[in-house]
């Protein structure tokens, strides 16, 4: 999938989406190809489970196999392929029990009557960088997500970690674009919180040595 | 002068650079006296930098990459 300019990609998408409207099955397979490792990645950020994310891809990709043909083309296609995988992904969770996630206002800043900051703020922002390949880190930051309601974590995932457009989101979503950045902004709110607890602490510990 | 909570709340557009230039530079103005909410800043920022880092390289398994590869191989013909 060694694409890298994203108008070639485009073009190179919409022409193999026109195949498989026609039925051309050639297109499945690169289709499939293009967009598997997406899927994939979506479907374990939202399920954490490899086995889920194996299956929803499947699920993702014999859909387009089956009713790619008929693709409308309203919205492009790409949007379409992360619903389904998003929708997929949910009826995953949704057979499984899971723990209640953290109501996400408790995890807000804090503010006095005059509206400035109550808590004591530490900068921990350079002190991640040897901590961010220890497993240590990695679960923490996952647990975080993990914990995010639903509709901010997904939100979170397609901006932040895939680096969809603000709009693109919105379009998946069927949200406004301020709805998309608020639900944005709440959840870099709530993992900044958790994770401050875990690398502030880490800096005080280091500084007390 | 403007508040933390309302720099706070203006966090996202600012980084993204779309805040009209006079609450922009307001925004400045607080930031310039205000060490806590540039530990804020300066943090919001990492974090999304290291949620990134973490969550976005899912490489797919080799394993489930060549089940995936029989899938496909196997739809593509029928
Ligand atoms: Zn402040």
Request: hydrophobic share 35%; charged share 30%; with cysteine.
């Amino acid at each position: 999938m060694g694409f890298s300019d994203p108008t070639k990609d485009k073009a190179i998408e919409e022409q193999l989406v026109k195949d498989l409207q026609a039925g051309e099955m050639r297109s499945f397979e690169q289709l499939a190809n293009l967009y598997q490792k997406k899927i994939y990645s979506l479907s374990f950020n939202l399920t954490r489970n490899a086995t889920d994310s194996q299956d929803v891809t499947q699920e993702v990709l014999l859909i387009l196999f089956r009713k790619g043909h008929t693709f409308q083309g309203k919205s492009a296609f790409s949007s379409w392929v992360y619903r389904i995988t998003l929708n997929a992904s949910y009826m995953k969770l949704r057979s499984r029990k899971r723990e209640p996630s953290v109501s996400i206002d408790d995890l807000l800043p804090s503010f006095n009557k005059a509206g400035f900051q109550q808590e004591k703020i530490q900068d921990w922002s350079e002190s991640t960088e040897s901590l961010l390949f220890d497993n240590e880190t990695r679960e923490v930051i996952q647990k975080a997500v993990d914990l995010l309601p639903d509709k901010e974590k997904v939100v979170f995932i397609l901006r932040d970690v895939e680096g969809l457009s603000t709009e693109k989101v919105g379009n998946i979503l069927e949200l406004t674009i301020p709805a998309v950045k608020s639900r944005l902004h709440r959840a870099r709110l709530f993992l900044r919180k958790k994770l401050a607890n875990y690398f502030g602490e880490y800096k005080t510990r280091k500084e007390s040595k | 002068m403007i508040c933390c909570k309302e720099c706070i709340e203006l966090l996202h557009d600012y980084l993204d650079g779309e805040l009209n230039p006079e609450i922009e530079a307001s925004l400045e103005e607080h930031f310039a006296d205000c060490p806590p909410c540039i530990a804020f800043v300066n943090t919001y920022k990492s974090t999304t930098r290291l949620c990134k880092d973490t969550l976005k390289s899912n490489d797919i398994p080799d394993a489930v990459k060549s089940r995936l590869k029989e899938f496909v191989d196997k739809n593509k013909n029928t």
